[in-house]
C-alpha cells in the first residue's frame, strides 16, 4: 500500500499568515491527489483535487501544488474560518490511502 | 442536491453486530461506487470498504475483512455496512461517500466528492 505522510502534524499560526502543508507519497502517485478540510464535528470538505484543481466554491487563497511524490497545500492569508484538521488523500490506486492529518491552531 | 444521510449507529457491546445505512438522493445512485470511511475519536480518516456501482466488487481494509460486508440496494437507493464481531477500536464515526465518476471500487484516477454527516458507533460494554 501507498503511505501518505503529512508534516506538520500540528501548525500554529496567525489570521494573515501563509501557511503550507506538506504531504508525501511512498510511491509516485502522478497527480491523484487531494486534500480535504474537516472542522469539529462535520465531515470532510473537498477543497482540492487532482493536486492543483480548486473544488468549486473554494476561496481563492486556499491552493495546491506537487506531482509524484511530494505535494503542498498553502493557504496564502489564513482567515479565522481556516483553522481546522487538513488531510490529503491519494487515489492512485486503490488502497485510497489517507495522510494522518495537519492541525492548524490558532497562535 | 447531492445528499447522504447515515443512519444505524449506536450502542454495542464487544462481539456484537449493528447495520449502518446510508441513503442516497439528488444523483443516480446505480451509476456510482460508494464507500464507507470512518474516524476514530480523535484519530484521523480510514477507508474501510467499497462497492461498485451494480455491487458485484468490493473492497475491505485489512482491519475490518471477514467481519463486515458493505451491500447495495438500488431499488431504496441505499448503501449499507454490515457490521459483526464488533471490536472496541471499531468505535468511531462511519461516514458514508460517494466518488466522482468510478463505477468500481477497484479504479483509479477518480476522487471521491461528497460525504455525509457520519454517524457514530460506539462498542463498549
Known amino acids: 500500500d501507498i503511505q501518505m505522510t503529512q508534516s506538520p502534524s500540528t501548525l500554529s499560526a496567525s489570521v494573515g499568515d501563509r501557511v503550507t502543508i506538506t504531504c508525501r507519497a511512498s510511491?509516485?502517485?502522478?497527480?491523484?491527489l487531494a486534500w480535504y478540510q474537516q472542522k469539529p464535528g462535520k465531515a470532510p470538505n473537498l477543497l482540492i483535487h487532482k493536486a492543483s484543481n480548486l473544488e468549486s466554491g473554494v476561496p481563492s487563497r486556499f491552493s495546491g501544488s506537487g506531482s509524484g511524490t511530494e505535494f503542498t497545500l498553502t493557504i496564502s492569508s489564513l482567515q479565522p474560518d481556516d483553522f481546522a484538521t487538513y488531510y490529503c488523500?491519494?487515489?492512485?490506486?486503490?488502497?485510497?490511502?489517507f495522510g494522518q492529518g495537519t492541525k492548524v491552531e490558532i497562535k | 442536491e447531492v445528499q447522504l444521510v447515515e443512519s444505524g449507529g449506536g450502542l454495542v457491546q464487544p462481539g456484537g453486530s449493528l447495520r449502518l445505512s446510508c441513503s442516497a438522493s439528488g444523483f443516480t445512485f446505480s451509476n456510482y461506487a460508494m464507500y464507507w470511511v470512518r474516524q476514530a475519536p480523535g484519530k484521523g480518516l480510514e477507508y474501510v470498504a467499497g462497492i461498485g456501482s451494480n455491487g458485484g466488487s468490493t473492497y475491505y481494509a485489512d482491519s475490518v475483512k471477514g467481519r463486515f460486508t458493505i451491500s447495495r440496494d438500488e431499488s431504496k437507493n441505499a448503501l449499507y455496512l454490515q457490521m459483526s464481531s464488533l471490536r472496541a477500536e471499531d468505535t468511531a464515526i462511519y461516514y458514508c461517500v460517494k466518488d466522482l465518476y468510478n463505477t468500481s471500487p477497484y479504479a483509479s484516477g477518480s476522487y471521491w466528492d461528497f460525504w455525509g454527516q457520519g454517524t457514530l458507533v460506539t462498542v463498549s460494554s
Open positions: 510511491q509516485s502517485i502522478s497527480s491523484w
Open positions: 488523500q491519494q487515489y492512485n490506486t486503490y488502497s485510497r490511502t
